[in-house]
């Protein structure tokens, strides 16, 4: 049967607490605050199409004494919320690993899945053995010393039992494997011998099979494509989600699936959109008096200045994940150009729903209540987000005709032919802009936007 997962996502704790601290007032604030988000988890899944999401955070000590006490096991593995049951949870976590690299510490994300609360519990012996500092970090940091470190200590998680998996998370972002951060060329080059047991990494929002097919390492690799909510609005859980075909709904039966390619398809955010496609610079909270807001740049990989050097401002450019994708193709060995590329496995790509009601309707705030009742209202007539993008143009017109507001349909119509565009297109950290009506070519961009003279780049 059909099961459809997101299997990386965030508690209410990823933002960090002061849990040792916690006076039993504090506790229960919280514990409210926690099992508001997985109510309203379990009424916005149904609408996404999504049978199964992940936990988050699931190591961290006072969620995993809540979720003990509000979830009930369904199945080896698979919980409920009690009295809820639209939504499938499964115990997950996201790490941070870091490795010191020439000098700098490489950070890479990695998703963690458990089969029950005994494995999660030894999880956090672990942490604790090693001194990591995961109670007032609900994604706590585990600072390696070397490659075999980093693999001896990924080892020692899967040894406590061999269900556990371990995915490295939206592996082409600057916080992935292969992420501009530190530019590493193999998974091993982080992983060490560990490597040799990846079978499954996350595309990431900016990545899909397309592009991640420009890397030889990952051919047999299983891609998976997660939300990494970290809230629980409708434009942000559900964003991207893997489908699987699995003979019951079991733990085991997943990982096994994940183990061995058993995915029918991935519904991918467009990757054109992601926070880190392109690469570019422009000013952030974190580099203040760079550039401000209205002098920035972006560049797809044929035009990137040399040197990687912003031409505003001449420090470094945040190198995207287009560009990161033909590096790494071509310091493999590949001589691979995305458009050949024939992923082996399908994917469907789905522009957000609610961006595009946001376009419609020319509302900004995408948690609008306006939005968000335009939003079940196309639920209500089609069923799941995704049905829209499975459907036919001509299917999808029969069913919203003179049923939903013509500027809405209009739009849909818009991105159903593919008469769409990102401007800008994302990167350094920003998403990405729909723009309806307009076709992009993401190939051939080269944009700079300064009010004051340009320094000397080569390009
Ligand atoms: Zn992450
Ligand atoms: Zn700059």
């Known amino acids: ?54 936990t988050g955070d699931c190591q961290f000590t006072i969620w995993t004494e809540i979720l003990k006490e509000v979830v009930i096991e369904d199945s080896p593995g698979i919980f409920y919320l009690e009295g809820n049951f639209n939504t499938r949870f499964i115990l997950q976590t996201e790490i941070i690993f870091t490795l010191p690299v020439q000098k ?52 020692q998680i899967l040894e406590i039992d061999p269900l556990i998996e371990f995915i490295p998370a939206h592996i082409m972002t600057p916080q992935g494997v292969f992420g501009s951060n530190i530019k590493l060329t193999r998974l091993s ?27 030889p390492e990952l051919d047999n690799k299983t891609l998976i494509s997660n939300s990494d909510a970290h809230s629980s609005a409708l434009h942000r859980m559900g964003r991207e989600f893997t489908v699987l075909n699995v003979s019951k709904i079991t733990y085991s039966q997943i990982i096994k699936c994940l183990r061995n390619n058993k995915v029918d398809y991935t519904v991918e955010f467009p990757p054109e959109e992601g926070r880190f496609f392109l690469t570019g610079h422009r000013s952030g909270r974190k580099k203040p008096g760079l550039h401000d807001d209205s002098q920035y ?3 797809s990989p044929q035009y990137v200045p040399k040197n990687d050097i912003c031409p505003i401002c001449h420090k470094s450019l945040t190198i995207g994940v287009f ?3 033909m590096e790494i193709s071509k310091a ?55 049905i829209l993008w499975k459907m036919t143009l001509d299917e999808m017109e029969a069913k919203l005709s003179g049923q939903i507001d013509e500027t809405i349909l209009n739009a849909l119509k818009h991105v159903k032919k593919g008469n769409f565009t990102f401007y800008p297109y994302g990167y350094d950290g920003k998403y990405g802009a729909l723009k309806l009506g307009e076709r992009g070519n993401f190939q051939d961009i080269k944009v700079i936007k300064s009010s004051t003279p ?5 390009f």
């Open 189 to 215: 080059d982080f992983f060490g011998t560990a490597s040799s047991r990846i079978k499954i990494v996350e595309t990431g929002l900016s990545a899909d099979p397309q592009f991640l097919g420009l890397i």
């Open 323 to 325: 560009q990161r994708c």
């Open 332 to 386: 493999q060995g590949g001589q691979r150009n995305l458009n050949d590329i024939n992923p082996k496995q399908k994917f469907i790509r789905m522009v957000p729903l609610i961006d595009i009601l946001s376009k419609a309707r020319n509302v900004k705030t995408k948690t609008a209540k306006s939005l968000i009742r335009d939003y079940q209202h196309i639920n209500s007539i089609i069923g799941p987000e995704s």
């Open 104 to 155: 700098h510490s490489k950070i890479v994300h990695i998703v963690f899945l458990f089969p029950n609360f005994t494995t999660v519990d030894s999880f956090r012996d672990l942490l604790n053995r090693w001194g990591v500092k995961h109670e007032k970090m609900a994604r706590p940091y585990v600072k390696c010393e070397s490659k075999v470190q980093v693999s001896h200590r990924i080892f």
């Open 297 to 299: 740049c972006y560049f």
């Open 1 to 54: 049967m059909e099961l459809t997962a997101d299997l990386h996502a965030h508690s209410v704790f990823a933002g960090g607490t002061q849990a040792l601290k916690l006076t039993p007032e504090k506790y229960s604030e919280n514990k409210k605050k926690a099992v508001n988000h997985l109510i309203k988890t379990n009424e916005t899944m149904p609408l996404k199409g999504i049978d199964l999401i992940g």
């Open 454 to 458: 340009l320094q000397q780049v080569l």
